[in-house]
């Protein structure tokens, strides 16, 4: 069974700190993305990894992906309270089907104090 | 970009009844279509996938019978739960593609139904 976890579940930090959140994935997949949900809303892209040692940076965050070792990374630096938010990662399979999907990893609320 | 939207944003139903959610794609069209549920606090959990004229194909324990999945043009999909049940109170999400979801063909989501069955 494909499991996507991500780690931490619930983030609490300061303003100005830096934390990265781990997206750990059980199946063979180079493709991962990250997106961000308000509360009540839908998602919102902020990255897509197309490959091994895959880099994306936008302003404060920065994403990685290791595909060998099966994991993505998610770096805030100097975090602010406008980040906070739930982060998901989603790997993308394709398991023969029609077409590929994305199955997405458990979740990271971030919760940013001032 | 690329918009999903979805419709109705929020519904509320008795037992026993049957609710149509419906996702369009307003200016591409979307040969595959996704159907995501998601319980408060958690992730998206993916339901069925869907290509245009074909039948939906459904993600292990998801009933095909109580989640309706109809996707008969290029710019509409529906999801129908039939005889709701409160356990069925949920986000529900769907996303579209042009194709094969890639780089240059992203999934485009729509912005939710909050179902609330009572």
């Known amino acids: 069974e494909l499991k996507v976890e991500q780690n931490p579940l619930f983030l609490s930090m300061q303003e100005g700190k830096n934390y990265t959140i781990y997206c750990n994935y059980s199946t063979t997949s180079d493709r991962l993305y990250w997106y961000r949900q308000d509360p009540g809303k839908s998602l919102e892209s902020l990255f897509v990894?197309?490959?091994?040692?895959a880099v994306k940076q936008e302003g404060r965050l920065m994403a990685s992906l290791d595909t060998k070792a099966r994991l993505s990374t998610l770096h805030i630096t100097a975090a602010v309270h406008d980040l906070s938010a739930t982060y998901f990662c989603?790997?993308?399979?394709?398991?023969?089907?029609?077409?590929?999907?994305?199955?997405f990893g458990t979740g990271t609320l971030l919760a940013v104090q001032p | 970009g690329a918009v999903v939207s979805q419709h109705p944003s929020r519904v509320i139903c008795k037992s026993g009844t049957s609710v149509k959610i419906e996702c369009r794609s307003l200016d591409f069209q979307a040969t595959t279509m996704f159907w995501y549920r998601q319980f408060p606090k958690q992730s998206l959990m993916l339901m069925a996938t869907s290509n245009e004229g074909s039948k939906a194909t459904y993600e292990q324990g998801v009933e095909k019978d109580k989640f309706l999945i109809n996707h008969a043009s290029l710019t509409l999909s529906t999801l129908t739960v039939t005889s709701a049940h409160p356990e069925d109170s949920s986000f529900y999400i769907c996303s579209a593609s042009r194709g094969r979801v890639s780089y240059n063909s992203p999934l485009h989501f729509g912005n939710g139904t909050r179902l609330t069955v009572t």
């Open positions: 990894l197309l490959s091994n040692g």
């Open positions: 989603a790997v993308d399979i394709d398991d023969g089907g029609a077409t590929n999907k994305l199955i």
